[in-house]
């Protein structure tokens, strides 16, 4: 199974849109990995795992035909994990797709209302599927599993347990800490592939995301469990200029720990 890491970046980027810090000034300099575009990921080149303002970018820099596209779950309604005006372009006369190709979104009640009430889902070729907690929804060989993340108040933000082909992927972001109904579901399951919420970097703070400290403390809890061993694979990934570290110096810090530090463009199998 193929992931794509489309965008490994918190809401501003890296650099950030209007920033001129010394991290975004040196990430500039850098380039390369230190470029980092809101955060999405692209499964099996079908099933992409929320939409941020640079899907369109990403379509373009990694030659995806987003028609292509079958199945979106989204996390949560915030706007670098969650941009709908894209989903007019899907509609006639912006898009010419065949009457089959449907896309199937998946999200919490906010993130379907949304759609809902701003966008032609029969124009625009939607599916919308309401997904509940600990609810696991089946379809055309997937699984997927709405978890408790501790990120707004607002809204039922996701936490995702996908699993195809017998694999199973923990989607861990937008995430603080874990609530303890989702260490105690965890608890039972095998993962394949942990992706954790890195977007605090070097600062332990653990409130509606997370940094290095905490992270480390999450894969050590989940090792406990038999949930990952050594033959599962941990990403880190969500990365803010405010966690002070390049990619680099990200990599120094994490790889110890078994961390893999995610980049934009890189591609795992699994």
């Known amino acids: 199974m193929e992931i794509m890491f489309l965008g490994t970046a918190a809401a501003e980027g890296w650099p ?3 920033c001129s810090c010394d ?3 040196k990430a500039r300099e850098l380039g390369g990995k ?3 575009t809101r955060s999405s990921v692209l499964i099996e080149k079908d099933i992409l795992v929320d939409i941020p303002p640079d899907t369109y970018m990403h379509g373009l820099r990694y030659n995806i035909d987003l028609s292509q596209i079958k199945h979106l779950f989204v996390t949560h309604s915030h706007q670098d994990h969650f941009y709908p005006q894209e989903l007019h372009m899907r509609a006639d006369p912006f898009a010419h797709i065949p009457e089959e190709a449907i896309l199937n979104i998946y999200g919490n009640s906010k993130v379907t209302k949304i759609i809902d009430d701003h966008i032609n889902i029969e124009r625009a070729k939607i599916r919308l599927h309401t997904a509940h907690l600990f609810e696991t ?3 055309e ?3 997927l599993t709405p978890l408790p993340a501790d990120h707004a108040r607002e809204e039922e933000c996701f936490l995702y347990l996908i699993n195809i082909e017998g694999k199973t992927i923990f989607y861990g972001h937008d995430s603080g800490w874990y609530p303890e109904k989702t260490w105690e579901y965890l608890s039972g399951i095998y993962i394949n592939l942990a992706i954790f919420d890195c ?3 070097k600062n332990d703070e653990r409130n509606g995301h997370m940094g290095i400290p905490a992270i480390i403390s999450a894969k050590e809890r989940l090792e406990k469990f038999g949930s990952i061993d050594s033959n599962s694979i941990s990403i880190a990934t ?3 200029h405010n966690g002070g570290l390049l990619h680099e110096e990200l990599e120094d810090e994490l790889s110890r720990y ?4 995610a980049y934009d463009g890189m591609v795992l199998n699994i």
């Open 16 to 18: 950030g849109v209007f």
């Open 238 to 240: 969500h990365f803010s």
């Open 141 to 143: 060989g997937f699984t």
């Open 34 to 36: 230190n470029i980092r």
């Open 199 to 201: 977007t605090f970097g």
């Open 137 to 139: 929804l089946g379809e």
């Open 258 to 261: 078994g961390f893999i530090v």
């Open 23 to 25: 991290y975004c000034k």
